[in-house]
């Protein structure tokens, strides 16, 4: 036997005077450049995208929902869960060497070309030690997140409360818990402490925020397997791309030979970066229309389709054991409702990456398209539900909220569930709705909380075939 399976092809609280005037300051350093490709950068995408409102102001709620259960319908919040992806981060060295690769061609064209002049003379800033680590940006966007998460649920985050942090052991996710932390900090007492609040009291827990290093199955068959990114290699080799790369290499005036995909969208990732760490539109931009980013966006979204999300089955059962700890501690929290016990766990933060999102979004079945994403169908998926940016950019935030409801007419009614994603209410996959009483929740995914067995999903036969036929 084969060892890798076949898959499918509110209002808010009054602020300190001090806060408020931070507020402004904030809103006025971030009147945020904009870019006609910003909507386009997939996973490399800021926060701000898909939350509009927080341009002009970082802390607000942005308009009210009626979809919240309150404390006025006799609702009241149990315990929160957030999955929250790091903030903005700088590029990875493998992303830093190509850019240096592209602007080390540009700079040594023999004969003039004034269209790349720009480029050939650009301050190449970045170096390989920066290599993902969290920008001053990624810092701010953890602590305006705390402060959001801290107005929207004031019950939950209180004083009294107890926080558990825990991140994955990326250097990134570890800054981004203590900036949280240092939001919430601020949130609820006005001040910080003088002592350091770094890794403070922050549980590293890689078996559950990198549950896909894990996952032998999936290394083997997706991660490390040439051949499982078939659909993003066609791609790169086809018409869409093939008009991108003449275009640029005629506005840059080097060989067609000398241009691959890769440099291409290392270049649109440098607007991206720019705007999203620096806020300010970079040269880079410039190279690039709509429709050409909308080209290399398709191409992120490929990528993150078939290697973290519906393209292989592996994808997303690798992240069942996240999953389930979701339930065990819902659960719990019921439990001791039920035995008039505190909540042991009111609020628990997890601070991962968009692997970790995405896959446990993709078991859930979020953002499912009724044809799988290819290499030949650009165009009739130009509405595809799947847009990475829209899903996970940076700081993206999975929460799940359980009530309990004091004036329920049955037992199954006293607990129900919210998802929001990126501070917005998800409506459930099997219902439509934003709100879902927990016993129909669990009931949804009795198949995933009963017989998706985290080492069964990822252990390897022994006879390790690798073929894409078998994936």
């Not at 078939?306 to 690798?318: A, L, M, P, Q, V």
């Amino acid at each position: 036997m084969a060892s890798c399976f076949r898959g499918p092809l509110p209002g808010r609280p009054s602020l300190p005077l001090f806060l408020l005037l931070l507020r402004v300051s904030l809103a006025q350093e971030r009147a945020a450049a904009t870019s006609l490709l910003s909507g386009y950068f997939g996973t490399k995408s800021r926060y701000e995208e898909v939350n509009q409102h927080l341009l002009q102001d970082p802390l607000s709620l942005g308009p009210p929902d009626p979809g919240y259960l309150l404390p006025s319908a006799a609702c009241a919040p149990l315990q929160l869960r957030a999955l929250i992806r790091h903030g903005t981060r700088f590029p990875t060295e493998k992303q830093i060497r190509k850019l240096g690769q592209l602007h080390r061609l540009l700079r040594s064209q023999e004969r003039p070309c004034p269209a790349a002049q720009p480029f050939a003379h650009w301050d190449m800033w970045y170096h390989p030690d920066m290599d993902g680590k969290l920008a001053p940006k990624g810092r701010l966007d953890m602590e305006q997140l705390a402060q959001r998460l801290a107005a929207r649920f004031p019950g939950l985050f209180s004083r009294q409360r107890r926080f558990a942090f825990a991140s994955s052991s990326k250097h990134r996710c570890v800054e981004s818990s203590a900036a949280f932390r240092k939001g919430l900090l601020l949130a609820l007492h006005g001040q910080l402490p003088a002592r350091d609040i770094e890794n403070e009291e922050t549980e590293i827990n890689d078996k559950l925020m990198r549950f896909f290093d894990h996952c032998e199955k999936f290394v083997t068959c997706v991660e490390e397997n040439a051949t499982a990114m078939y659909e993003v290699d066609a791609f790169k080799q086809g018409p869409e791309m093939k008009r991108v790369l003449e275009k640029i290499a005629a506005t840059l005036c080097v060989p067609l030979r000398d241009l691959n995909a890769d440099l291409v969208q290392v270049a649109f990732f440098t607007c991206s970066f720019e705007l999203a760490i620096k806020n300010v539109n970079s040269p880079w931009c410039s190279l690039f229309n709509e429709e050409d980013a909308k080209v290399l966006e398709y191409l992120n979204d490929l990528k993150q389709y078939w290697k973290r999300g519906y393209g292989y089955d592996i994808n997303s059962r690798s992240s069942c054991i996240l999953f389930q700890d979701i339930f065990k501690h819902l659960d719990k929290a019921i439990a001791e409702s039920k035995s008039s016990m505190p909540i042991s766990s009111p609020v628990i933060l997890q601070f991962g990456h968009a692997e970790t999102l995405q896959p446990l979004l993709a078991l859930m079945g979020f953002f499912k398209d009724e044809e799988p994403l290819a290499a030949n169908n650009y165009k009739k998926q130009m509405h595809r539900k799947f847009r990475s940016g829209r899903i996970v950019p940076y700081a993206s935030n999975l929460i799940f909220v359980l009530y309990h409801c004091d004036q329920a007419k049955t037992p199954e009614e006293e607990y129900q569930v919210q998802i929001l994603l990126n501070e917005k209410l998800l409506p459930f996959p099997h219902s439509e709705e934003t709100v879902s009483l927990y016993t129909d929740l669990k009931n949804h995914y009795k198949d995933i909380l009963q017989n998706c067995h985290f080492s069964e999903e990822c252990e390897l036969s022994k006879t390790n075939n690798t073929s894409t036929d078998e994936l």
